[in-house]
């Protein structure tokens, strides 16, 4: 098992790279091109140019998170091949550098969704909270204005402001896809990509959805286990995986995550291992990594990762604000070193105990 760090490139993050190779057992980053919108060709320069930055700090580019999909594919719309074909012509450059590892979703419109950015809890951290009463009681533009207020000025990844901006003929392009187009046009898309996956040795793993149920009424195909072991079965390939997030699974409690773990196995990839507590139903504020300080059963997790012999990268997910640091929400440096010692201390004391 590899354990890395979210970093968005030296423009975009509060971050340092010299502070990350400092944190004890993280040997890369997973990274990716933030100014580049879902549907653009990346250059290939651009691509070396972060690998380089990042190697340059005795660090390794373990993945790339994420290359996003454009909303066309998604909602299949006649213009798809054009931008499938600019994901394949990605895929190639990050193929032909040594890139192994690719995250997406398949969200409808937006990535992550939370109703707070900034929510003060009992110790005066501030995490990342969702309230479906408050969600339920906003039009998307409404939402996207609080968010924005609330990004320390940051990009927040996955939310670029000029797709949002169109957001209502966004919204208008998915009025006729269901859960089922929604699946179709995923296998439509996996089909298409994985031979070149296969051809450069390109993992993709698609993320759950965050939270995992629908939000302003858009369909949702990736909310539990039942839904990623579906998708890895249609489409039968080694390349075919999962980004297991337990914040993002866990954020509906009826998901039981080591379960969940255990009936992947070696379909995931990559790892987002995060803590956060349950309020009420539809209610949730992210927490600590360390296991009391949330309702996620953290060292039932690692120790399902143990089990399957997990070998792929896993990341801390979002942390706490805490020490004053200023920093992209869920993205600064204390909160995540702090998670990543947590997880190599489960890691390494469960590990133990099995042998
Ligand atoms: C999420 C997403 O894991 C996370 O931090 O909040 O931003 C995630 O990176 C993307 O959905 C993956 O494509
Ligand atoms: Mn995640």
Redesign the pocket.
């Known amino acids: 098992m590899k354990m890395a760090l979210?970093w968005f490139g030296p423009s975009f993050d509060s971050v340092d790279l010299h502070s990350i190779r400092q944190i004890p057992g993280v040997s890369g980053v997973v990274s990716t091109l933030p100014d580049l919108a879902a549907g653009i060709d990346w250059p290939r320069e651009r691509i070396v140019d972060l690998k380089n930055t990042i190697e340059a700090e005795g660090l390794e580019l373990l993945g790339i998170?994420?290359v996003?999909i454009h909303d066309s594919i998604k909602a299949g719309t006649a213009d798809k091949d054009m931008y499938i074909e600019r994901y394949i012509n990605t895929l190639k450059s990050l193929g032909s550098v040594g890139i192994d590892l690719v995250?997406?979703?398949f969200?409808p419109v937006f990535?992550?969704t939370r109703t707070d950015l900034a929510k003060v809890r009992e110790d005066g951290a501030t995490v990342l909270a969702y309230d479906q009463k408050l969600l339920d009681a906003l039009h998307p533009e409404e939402m996207l204005a609080q968010m924005g207020k609330k990004s320390n000025n940051f990009l927040l990844?996955?939310w670029e402001p000029e797709r949002l901006g169109g957001i209502r003929e966004l919204f208008g392009i998915y009025q006729s896809v269901t859960t089922g187009s929604l699946f179709e046009n995923l296998v439509y898309f996996l089909k298409a990509i994985l031979p070149t996956c296969e051809h450069y040795g390109i993992t993709m793993a698609i993320?759950p959805d965050?939270p995992p149920w629908s939000v302003f009424g858009l369909p949702r195909i990736v909310k539990n286990g039942g839904d990623l072991l579906r998708i890895t079965q249609a489409v039968d390939s080694p390349h075919n995986c999962v980004?297991l997030?337990t914040?993002?699974l866990g954020s509906n409690p009826k998901n039981d995550l080591p379960g969940i773990i255990r009936s992947l196995g070696g379909k995931i990839a990559f790892a987002?291992v995060r803590n956060l507590r349950h309020t009420a139903e539809g209610i949730f504020e992210e927490a600590a990594h360390y296991a009391a300080d949330g309702s996620l059963d953290m060292v039932g997790i690692m120790e399902a990762f143990g089990d399957i012999g997990f070998s792929g990268i896993m990341r801390p997910?979002?942390g706490r604000a805490i020490w004053n640091e200023v920093a992209l929400p869920?993205?600064g440096l204390y909160d995540r070193a702090l998670g990543t010692q947590y997880l190599w201390g489960l890691w390494d004391a469960l590990s133990r105990t099995t042998e």
């Open positions: 979210r998170e994420s996003n995250c997406y979703n969200m990535d992550w990844p996955g993320h965050d980004a997030c914040g993002s987002h997910d979002h869920g993205y």
